[in-house]
Each structure stands twice: as C-alpha cells, then as structure tokens.
C-alpha cells in the first residue's frame, strides 16, 4: 500500500522533472526504411529524461546503469516514431550463456490517457501497452536467429533427434517432429522462435506481461561510439491495445536495459513517472 | 516475507511467500557408499529429457567427484562464500544466515552468476583425490586420502529459490507431488532461476532462449514409477519416494523411515534455507569436517549408524529394496528374512530377499560324473 501512495505522488504533474514531448507531424515514413540518424530528426525537439533503478520488485538493480535517455518523437498521421539515445559503452547481444541483451521498452497506458495506471507495468484491469526493442531482437530480423553452432562454433554434436545429415529413404522430420525436443518451441513460447526487432507486449501488472501475435510496429537501432540510437515506430491507433490522437496529450514511460551490464528483466532503469506526449494535430 | 517452517534447520526462516507444503513431497535417497560415478543416471536423463538443441551442455542429473569436481565450476564453493563463515552446533537449531536472509536489499537471494565456461567442464576434478600423495606414499587403512562420488538431481526445494526469484512466476511447485516446474510457454529467460538456485540446477537454453530444469520424471512419476535416473541406477543406491515433514512422519514409509526415523539420510547444504528434498547417506570413509559442512552437524551420529546396520535386519531390508524395482514404494516391511515393498493402494511390488541365499557345492558333481571346476 505505501507504494501505491508513493507512486501517486510521483504520478502528479508537480513532481515531474521533464518536459512534454512534442510529436511533431511529418510526411516521412515510419513504416520502412526506418534510419536512426535521418536528417528529419532534426525537426524533432529533444527530451532529456531521468532514469532511476527499478525500484518496486525484487531482483533490483543497485543503480541505474543508464540515468540519461534522450527522446525524440514525429509522427505521420499513421505511425508515431520515437528516437531513443543513450549511453552504453559496448553493445550487447546476447547468445551466450548468461548473456544479456542491450534493450529498451516504450510503454503507453491503455485505458485512460489521464489517468494513467501505475507506472511500472500497469495494474491488474488496468493494462499498459509496451514496445519491446532488444538488439537480440533486430540481430534476428536482420540476419535471422543465430543457430546454436553461431554462438558456438566449436561445440561437438553427433547428432539431434529427427535431424540426420543422411535419413537414406527417410523423407525426413516435420518442424513439429523436431521441436517436440526443443521445450520452448514445443510450448508454443514466442521467446523461442525468430523475432521481429520489437515486441509488443501487453501487462496488468508484475509478471503479467505477454507478447501479442499480431504487431503494427518497427524498430531500428544503431550503436556507435558508445551510444545507441534506437528508432521505435508504432501505428498510432491499435486495436485493444493504446491510442494515440492527433491534437491530443498522451503519456509514455520508458525503460533501458544493458546487457553488457547483466540487465535483464526486473533489473531495469526507468523513468518513474510518465511523460505527457503531446500529438501534433493537422 | 513470510515466515516459514524449515524442520531441516529447525527454526523459522524468512522467505518471500508463506508455507504451503505439497500433498506429497516428491524426494530421492542416494547412499554415498555405493556410489561408483558410472554416470548411468546422467545418460539415462540426457537420452531421456535433454537431447534437444540448446540442451547440449545440459546435465539436469549429474555426479560430480567431491571435493574437486563440480558442475558448473565451483558452484559449491561460490554459494558458501557468498552466504559466508556461519557456525551451527549438533542437536540445535541453525542460527545462521540462510540465502534468503543472507541477500543484498536489492536481491531475494545471496547469489552469483555461472558464465558460460563455467558449464563447460562437467567432469573437472574426476577421481581426483583430497590431500598430496608424496612420493613414496602408501596407502594404511583408514586412510586420510578421499573422495566421494555426488549424484545431484533438482532437489524440488520445499523453498526453492529458483521459484522466488523469477520475477515473471513462471516457476511453480506442484501441489500433487511437490515437484517444481518451468513453465516452457511463460518462461521469458530472464535467469533469474540460473542466478538464484545455489545448487546451479536451472539451466539456460541457448536455442530456446528460455530456462530449463529436472523435471523429476512427473509422466512416470504420475503413472506410480520412480524417475530415469532412478530406475536405470545400477549399483542400486537410489529410491524415489514421497517425504513428509517430521511432524507427519510415517515410519513404514521407506524415505520417512531412513530420513525421520533413523536419521541415517540427510539433506545436503540445509544451511542454504531451502529445505531440498534429495538426501545423502553419507560416505563413511570422506573426511568429517568437509561432510559436517555438506550434510550438516548430525552427520557424524548418521555414519556411527550406517555403521552398525549390519545388527539391524529392517534397514538392511530396506537397502536392498533399493533399486530392486521400477515403482515407487508407499510402505515397505521385513520379515523372516524377506523385504516387501508396497505401491500406494498398499499392493505388494516387490519382495527381496534380505540376504542372497548361499549355496555350497560339492567339488564332485556326482550326476556328471565330473570335478566342479572353479576357473573364474
């Protein structure tokens, strides 16, 4: 209970230390070819917003690996892109054993533009609306997931069930035959096949979250110089799922993790309260 | 945090969710004596279970040598510098740190992370004894050089800390039989549960992206036989059955008979806080003050018995029941000489003579007309 109080005052507009974001209207397109340093960014005027260690739900981090992220956001009556810098000083993957992804998440509520529900991850009847970018994620979309020769190419395999290299007059296993011995897979567990570089996951609270099959979103991120720059572009209007509008406000909160660092989960930085996104009208 | 019961450290304890026990606890009995690492229990499980891509270096039942060989590397030694120096005396409660009430405010336990290469050596240390042969050494009985072979399972905590940790629920405790799952469809592969269990049996697949771990048989466990590992033991050291804490003891039950009733079997690393559910009898002949540490303070009254069994016709019984079958034994009773085993409905699955009948031979066989030849 003394949470929720906390969160209510850190909810109100008195505490919060950003300013808006101005989603300005362009003729650009989000849905292809996104390209993190586009020149039409320029038009975009920057956010700078605090980021605080995850603070609500054990495990925790001790600080926050990332405490700067810089926002950007435009829209085309279609789709809204935001532009996501921060520092990282290597860029992570994932793949290995405890290896963690470089990663960060835009989250909107759903219900209620004004009444926002809380922060972190929503509230049970109360849901939040996230966009889950991971380079994990875009190592996917880009080159196609990595095999587990890929991450390690000295590993010795006589051979895997329903898979030979000669199967003589065998005409060989159905996906289904193989994944039976892939536990994941055979689960039907999205975390387990190909991704597309964003997810889009639906929360009412801690542990809730799960990914939607149908997604209208695209991201794209680049790191260089010890900063990524990460674009996430999302339809404006999603069936129950949030609705941004044209001449409207809105909020938005944000979460970055870094691999590198062992990020992962609830060991997250965020901004810790949301931040009104104001969309341009016509 | 609640405060729970742990009967093996004997006191209350903190952990993130309140007591509820299983309707049956789901538990495994190795004696360490018999051990001889042949490995038959990790083959049976990996041909069984983790054959699958991503599962290569998977090992959810492995046997290590003690003291030099652990799989990942140093798991043990990791997990007991991280809870620190405690101290527990014979016949009291253990007042020490466990890992729940050991953790940094931000952590729900005192932990640390394996790396990849620490998964790489499942049999480091094989065979490897403790304590410098010089040269010229011979060996004089007892001996003070040792090892000893260490089967491990999941152990399906009473409190897992695999289970509190994971921040998505993901894991849970069956209430049935008390055996603790991965939930493969909500799993997100965060690894929590890798960091989390001190005895490093959650695992990450790296081709599924989601965490993995024994799953104690439950389709052979559900239909009333003893899991892989288990029934394809051959030098019989192990019994799979259903423990109840010592307030519900039932002293016909094999597991409550060795672990409540003759105290002869004992839970390793109990200091930790999470009440596993694989118990040891211990190696007689391994060093005292390593085994106190594994297996706790009583371990020196449990191999003062196991040493005197021989006078003692009911345990021996149940030793030999060991092993002796596929199912899983409710109860189990001796005598004239004769060990019974019983399933659930209380049917008989087995009987076992106690001792091997002995046979002696003329050296003629009178029939053959011929000399008995003892060549080998």
């Known amino acids: 209970m003394k949470f929720k109080v906390l969160f209510l005052l850190l909810m109100t507009p008195a505490f919060a230390q950003a300013g808006d974001i101005m989603v300005k209207k362009v003729k650009e397109d989000f849905s292809k070819g996104l390209d993190p340093y586009a020149a039409y960014w320029s038009q975009a005027p920057e956010v700078e917003l605090s980021l605080m260690a995850q603070p609500m739900m054990k495990p925790k981090p001790e600080k926050p690996e990332t405490s700067q992220l810089t926002v950007q956001a435009l829209h085309n009556g279609n789709y809204v892109a935001f532009r996501l810098r921060w520092k990282d000083s290597e860029k992570s993957e994932a793949g290995k054993l405890g290896q963690f992804s470089d990663a960060v998440a835009l989250e909107f509520p759903v219900k209620s533009n004004e009444n926002p529900p809380s922060v972190i991850m929503g509230e049970p009847g109360n849901p939040v609306h996230m966009f889950h970018w991971r380079a994990q994620y875009q190592y996917d979309e880009e080159h196609g997931k990595k095999d587990v020769k890929d991450i390690y190419p000295n590993l010795a395999v006589d051979a895997y069930h329903m898979d030979y290299a000669d199967s003589g007059k065998w005409k060989g296993a159905t996906q289904d035959q193989k994944e039976a011995y892939m536990h994941g897979m055979a689960a039907g567990n999205p975390q387990s096949f190909p991704k597309k570089a964003v997810d889009e996951i639906m929360a009412e609270g801690f542990g809730s979250s799960a990914v939607r099959k149908d997604q209208d979103s695209f991201a794209k991120g680049e790191w260089k110089n010890g900063e990524w720059t990460v674009v996430i572009s999302r339809a404006l209007k999603r069936d129950k799922g949030s609705v941004l509008e044209e001449g409207k406000s809105s909020s938005v909160a944000f979460a970055v993790w870094q691999g590198g660092k062992d990020e992962v989960g609830s060991r997250k930085a965020l901004t810790l309260f949301w931040t009104p996104l104001k969309v341009e009208g016509n | ?376």
């Open chain 2, 1 to 376: 945090m609640a405060r729970v019961k742990n009967w093996q450290i004997n006191r209350e304890m903190d952990y993130p969710y309140s007591e509820s026990r299983p309707k049956k606890q789901w538990s495994i009995i190795f004696d360490l004596n018999k051990c001889i690492a042949c490995q038959t229990c990790s083959l049976a499980c990996k041909t069984t279970w983790t054959s699958g891509k991503g599962q290569e270096y998977m090992f959810w039942n492995n046997v290590e040598t003690k003291p030099y060989g652990s799989y990942p590397l140093a798991w043990d030694v990791k997990i007991l510098e991280q809870l620190g120096q405690q101290a527990w005396k014979a016949k009291e409660p253990y007042y020490g740190k466990t890992i729940f009430e050991a953790a940094k405010p931000t952590e729900v336990v005192a932990h640390f992370h394996p790396k990849d290469e620490d998964w790489m050596y499942p049999n480091v240390g094989e065979d490897d004894c403790a304590g410098n042969v010089p040269h010229g050494d011979h060996i004089t009985l007892p001996h003070d050089k040792w090892f000893f072979y260490l089967p491990r399972t999941c152990a399906h905590c009473t409190y897992p800390a695999c289970l509190a940790s994971c921040p998505r629920k993901a894991i849970y405790k069956r209430e049935e039989d008390g055996i603790v799952l991965i939930d493969q469809s909500r799993c997100k592969g965060y690894g929590e549960c890798v960091r989390a269990c001190p005895y490093k049996k959650s695992m990450y697949n790296t081709h599924t992206r989601v965490s993995e771990k024994c799953i104690g048989c439950f389709p052979a466990v559900e239909q009333g036989l003893q899991p892989m590992c288990v029934q394809n033991c051959i030098g019989k050291i192990r019994i799979m059955g259903f423990v109840n804490p010592p307030w519900k003891m039932r002293k016909n039950n094999p597991i409550d008979y060795l672990i409540h009733d003759q105290q002869i079997a004992l839970p390793y690393y109990p200091q930790l806080g999470l009440e596993p559910n694989i118990y040891y009898i211990p190696p007689i002949h391994a060093d005292r003050e390593y085994l106190t540490q594994m297996f706790g303070p009583n371990v020196d009254q449990a191999i003062e018995r196991y040493k005197k069994l021989k006078d003692d016709p009911v345990t021996q019984g149940l030793l030999v029941l060991m092993g002796s079958t596929d199912r899983i034994m409710h109860s189990f009773d001796v005598k004239d000489g004769i060990a019974y085993g019983y399933d659930e409905k209380g049917d008989e699955v087995v009987r076992v003579p106690v001792t091997e009948p002995f046979i002696e031979r003329t050296a003629y066989d009178a029939n053959l007309k011929s000399l008995r030849n003892n060549t080998p």
